[in-house]
């Protein structure tokens, strides 16, 4: 489980409790012993506050993380509701991106599985974004990821019905940034995380105070 850019001492304390981890999205990652964390590209944010990806701003956060060590997964640049416009605008960013990395590609509305498999051993793995509808496509995707040996990350899995759906697709891992909010919250995704892995090794990872996202 990936959550917020917290440094609150006492989500860190119960982050390490849990072996859960933090996926970056804004701040220069320093993880904890042993954390397997995420880097965010910030194209989602950016999309949000209605401006576009900033290159530049994304490879001065890149070159910072860089010096942290190798993440879990990192999500290459995308284009949010690009379809395969961003397919192709990921592709093209590997070029610059550092190859000892494990990139995983944003897959959203608009892409297709006959579209992604050609250029799916560019990437170490597949990210599940895009719209709650195109999210129920998720277990074709994990199924895609799988059988070419690429972990499957869901997105945003801030509910309990989407947990179950990223635990029902096969999900290798997934993110939330709401289990940061308030500390009733968190209470409440290690109750669903603890009913969800009865039934397989979900893996749940938190993201950055200060900068939660939806979801």
């Given at each position: 489980?990936?959550v917020g ?142 059988r070419h ?16 759906r990223a ?49």
């Amino acid at each position: 489980m990936l959550v917020g850019e917290t440094g609150d001492r006492r989500h860190l304390a119960a982050l390490q409790k849990l072996g859960w981890g933090r996926m970056f999205v804004t701040k220069t990652p320093q993880p904890y012993t042993g954390e397997r964390w995420g880097f965010d590209n910030g194209a989602f944010r950016d999309w949000l506050a209605g401006r576009a990806f900033d290159g530049d701003r994304f490879l001065r956060r890149l070159e910072r993380a860089y010096r942290a060590g190798t993440p879990y997964l990192a999500v290459a640049p995308d284009v949010v509701a690009g379809g395969l416009g961003s397919l192709e605008f990921s592709i093209k960013w590997l070029e610059r991106l550092p190859e000892s990395w494990p990139w995983f590609l944003a897959v959203q509305d608009g892409m297709g599985l006959s579209d992604v498999e050609p250029v799916i051993h560019l990437f170490a793995g597949i990210f599940m974004g895009g719209t709650d509808a195109f999210k129920a496509t998720a277990p074709h995707w994990a199924a895609l990821a799988h059988r070419h040996g690429k972990r499957f990350h869901y997105g945003r899995a801030g509910t309990f019905r989407k947990l179950r759906r990223a635990h029902d697709a096969g999900a290798d891992s997934v993110d939330s940034a709401l289990p940061i909010w308030k500390a009733e919250r968190f209470a409440q995704f290690v109750r669903w995380f603890e009913t969800l892995s009865k039934d397989g090794q979900l893996r749940i990872w938190p993201a950055c105070a200060g900068s939660p996202l939806p979801g």
